[in-house]
């Protein structure tokens, strides 16, 4: 099996991402409950273990009661076309660099892995498993976490 190319690999993702654009569009304004997610206490929660902030959390809950259901759509519908696909490219030398070590440890996973049986269990354990430990312990490598 070859290498994973990853060069390739980030050019398929912005050009993926810009011939997605108006798929973006469409799932993102066909869903009624963003702000309702976005002030859920969950939410609140995962923000404020991340920022960690009474005050990020209280200036954000009032931006976010400031804002229609309909605002986001029309941000969406008007900005994505342009914003999104120049972002993805902008973001292409990042996005390689750092799906690059994740795909180097599946590149030298996969060829390691026992050919697939007719049982489901047995491939989860002898496939999946591999894969899933040792891209959280790439994870845990690159980001510095024991």
Do not use: C, W
Not at 16 to 44: F, H, M, Q
Not at 61 to 84: G, N
């Amino acid at each position: 099996m070859a290498p994973i190319d990853v060069a390739q690999a980030a050019k398929d993702y912005v050009d993926g991402a810009k011939a997605k654009v108006e798929k973006l569009i469409r799932n993102y304004t066909a869903r009624p409950d963003i702000l309702d997610r976005a002030v859920s206490p969950e939410a609140e929660k995962a923000f404020k273990e991340r920022v960690a902030s009474d005050l990020a959390i209280a200036k954000r809950r009032a931006h976010l009661k400031d804002l229609t259901i309909t605002d986001l759509h029309e941000a969406m519908r008007k900005k994505a076309p342009v914003t999104y696909p120049a972002g993805v490219e902008a973001a292409q030398a990042r996005y390689q660099r750092r799906v690059e070590p994740f795909m180097k440890e599946l590149d030298a996973i996969v060829p390691k892995l026992p050919a697939k049986t007719a049982d489901a269990r047995t491939n989860v354990l002898n496939r999946v498993v591999p894969i899933a430990v040792g891209l959280q312990n790439k994870a845990k490598a690159v980001y510095g976490v024991k």
